[in-house]
């Protein structure tokens, strides 16, 4: 047996993160998948990037907050409909470190991990082929509409998969479209209670099976310490978490 850990839109919240990988080291989980957002919402991304880039035992691949920030720092087009979220991701691009900004850059958007016979197909959201390598000016993690059956059922390029595993709808979802089994565990860092959500993969020779992940975690204290920074944007990102 494989075990694997899926994380998803942690979104700056270190507190919540840490809780996370002590748990995933007591459950002897092989491998670690991050499937984007690292950054950005929560004040605390070059401390959840410390942690992350720190790991051996990790594959982390691009969001949609990840390609902002960068675009920021590379004067790129920014896509009109995040116009208003400009100043806070100006502010995050400004806490990076040189050397997050080049491990960032080198992330790519897809994984296609194979395990088992197993193909998965890793992504931040599902998309068709003719958006993957799109700039994220053109939106293309918002292209194919919320997380349903109905939307995901008639997308190309998918049937070599049998586990499609997402993240940017922060709900946690897995329902099995097309004769595929689509899963997010839900953000990791941007959740109004007490827990930080990730999912565990057990895989073997006769498939993988799916366990859903709640780790308790200190949230009033994580809201104090967001209470205590000025950022752009600041009593939006409250709002998620009270």
Request: glycine fraction near 6%; charged fraction near 25%.
């Amino acid at each position: 047996m494989y075990r694997i850990a899926i994380l998803s839109d942690i979104h700056g919240n270190t507190f919540a993160l840490d809780a996370v990988l002590k748990d995933i080291k007591e459950k002897a989980v092989d491998f670690i998948y991050c499937l984007g957002d690292m950054i950005g919402i929560g004040p605390f991304s070059t401390k959840v990037l410390d942690a992350l880039f720190e790991l051996e035992n990790i594959q982390m691949i691009t969001g949609n907050h990840d390609e902002l920030i960068l675009a920021v720092l590379r004067n790129e087009p920014y896509p009109k409909s995040r116009i208003n979220v400009t100043p806070h991701h100006e502010w995050i691009a400004e806490q990076l470190k040189t050397d997050h900004i080049t491990k960032l850059e080198k992330l790519p958007r897809i994984l296609n991990p194979s395990v088992f016979g197993q193909n998965f197909h890793l992504v931040h959201y599902p998309m068709n082929p003719s958006l993957h390598n799109a700039h994220i000016s053109k939106d293309p993690f918002d292209s194919t509409g919320k997380p349903s059956e109905e939307n995901f059922k008639n997308l190309r390029g998918l049937s070599n998969f049998s586990l499609i595993c997402f993240g940017h709808d922060h709900d946690k979802h897995h329902f099995i479209s097309s004769k595929r089994t689509f899963y997010n565990s839900g953000s990791l860092g941007c959740y109004n209670k007490p827990y930080a959500r990730y999912g565990i993969i057990d895989i073997d020779k006769n498939g993988f099976h799916i366990k859903q992940q709640y780790v308790p975690y200190e949230l009033d204290v994580y809201i104090d310490e967001l209470r205590k920074i000025h950022f752009p944007r600041k009593e939006v990102v409250l709002q998620i978490y009270t």
